[in-house]
């Protein structure tokens, strides 16, 4: 069989494969701690259930328009509008099956061979791979520790060239947990507008805050035409399964990005997109109270790294992972990921699985019980000898 040439060019997502070799070691009867995976641990909350069956029952069980249902994307432009305070309407939304697939088609609508995608590095490896993947490049925009893994716009406009055709923002920050001001997102912008580049800004974490205050770019005068603004129900509600997420705008992109995925995935299954109404309709507590519990738990987790020897990890502002810096242990990060599941019993992600800028740091996700996510400390303890 002989491949297309760009086949050559996708990457994928590490996760995966540390969470294939995991289940394979538990197959042999180890007991591993999945520390590894950005998956919510909780159900989804019972009325979005309930939502879908009886959607189902009243008969949303056809195709779809391409760019969502309108009530639908009626309701996810109001959801927008009341937490980032833009005026988005109908028009300019456009559902699809998880928030992934805007990555994916935004890049394809966007950007050509040869073109540049300013990436942040580490950054989620799907912005790279897809990149790549059309036949332009993934130009990485370094987060550092000194900077609290925050992008430096100084930096970022020292990457821009007369080829730099999007620039993808994420935050809160997978998977460093980092947050950009609003003074970070201000510079961006005025780097946006000066050159006429696009934005891509994924924003799914935007509920997973813990300090300070979630500013989204598309708030800033001037930048809402300029932006893709991604958001889903994944990680604000247990949602990953259900495969939902849209994003805002132009109008004249969205029927653009809406014609991809009429020729890709027809559209987004009709009574999901309902039970999605009614998320954001519904009782907020149980989403909150899963948010409240990542914030527990990464307090435990942050205080229980930085009392092993060589490793120092930072406070995540949002999202629901720590990226503990571990040079200190003498160990390359990506043996001491692959040492952690073998000898340890505890999935976790080398910083390098999100880019070079990650090296020297692991990636642990809080989404695991208190319980577990002591004894994973106290066997990296005893791993590290601490
Ligand atoms: N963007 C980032 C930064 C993510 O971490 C993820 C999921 O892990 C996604 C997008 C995709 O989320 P969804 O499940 O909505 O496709």
């Known amino acids: 069989m002989k491949l297309a040439e760009r ?16 289940g394979q070691l538990e197959a042999e009867g180890r007991d591993i701690i999945h520390l590894e995976i950005g998956q919510p641990d909780f159900q989804t909350p019972e009325y979005i259930i309930e939502a879908a069956h009886k959607a189902l029952k009243d008969g949303y069980t056809g195709y779809g328009p391409s760019a969502g249902l309108p009530e639908a994307r009626e ?12 005026d988005y309407d109908a028009s300019e939304i456009v559902i699809t099956p998880g928030a992934k697939p805007i990555l994916f088609f935004g890049i394809l609508a966007l950007v050509n061979e040869g073109d540049e995608v ?9 912005y790279e791979s897809v990149t790549e993947f059309v036949g332009a490049t993934a130009v990485p925009a370094p987060l550092r520790e000194d900077r609290e893994f925050r992008l430096d716009p100084e930096e970022l406009a020292s990457l821009v060239t007369d080829r730099t055709r999007l620039i993808i923002l994420n935050s809160p920050h997978n998977p460093t947990g980092s947050m950009l001001t609003m003074e970070d997102l201000e510079a961006v912008a005025e780097i946006a507008m000066e050159h006429q580049i696009m934005i891509l800004s994924d924003e799914p974490y935007s509920k997973m805050v813990y300090d300070g205050e979630f500013h989204s770019i598309a708030e800033i005068d001037g930048m809402k035409d300029l932006t893709i603004l991604l958001e889903g129900f994944s990680k604000t509600y247990a949602m990953t399964g259900w495969r939902l997420g849209y994003a805002g705008m132009r109008a004249d992109l969205a029927a653009q990005i809406a014609k991809l995925q009429t020729n890709c995935t027809s559209c987004t299954a009709s009574f999901i997109q309902i039970a999605g109404i009614a998320a954001y309709d519904g009782p907020q507590d149980e989403s909150e109270a899963m948010m409240a519990a990542f914030e527990e738990r990464r307090d435990i987790m942050v205080e229980g790294l930085n009392k092993l020897p060589g490793v120092s ?9 720590v990226f503990p810096n571990v040079t200190g242990t003498g160990i390359d990060s990506k043996v001491l990921a692959g040492r952690c599941l073998e000898e340890a019993g505890v999935a976790v992600l080398s910083g390098t699985a999100f880019g070079r800028y990650g090296d020297g ?7 695991n019980s208190i319980e577990n996510i002591n004894e994973a400390l106290d066997r990296l303890s005893a791993l590290l000898g601490g």
């Not at 309701?75 to 833009?86: E, H, K, V």
């Not at 300013?118 to 799907?126: A, E, Q, R, S």
């Not at 740091?361 to 989404?367: C, E, I, M, N």
């Open 7 to 22: 086949m050559s060019r996708l990457g994928t997502e590490t996760a995966f494969e540390v969470l294939a070799r995991a």
């Open 361 to 367: 740091y692991l990636r642990l996700s809080s989404a």
């Open 118 to 126: 300013i990436v942040p590095n580490p950054g989620f490896p799907i």
């Open 313 to 321: 990890c930072l406070s995540p502002a949002g999202a629901f992972y």
């Open 75 to 86: 309701r996810y432009a109001q959801y927008l509008n009341d937490t980032r305070g833009t």
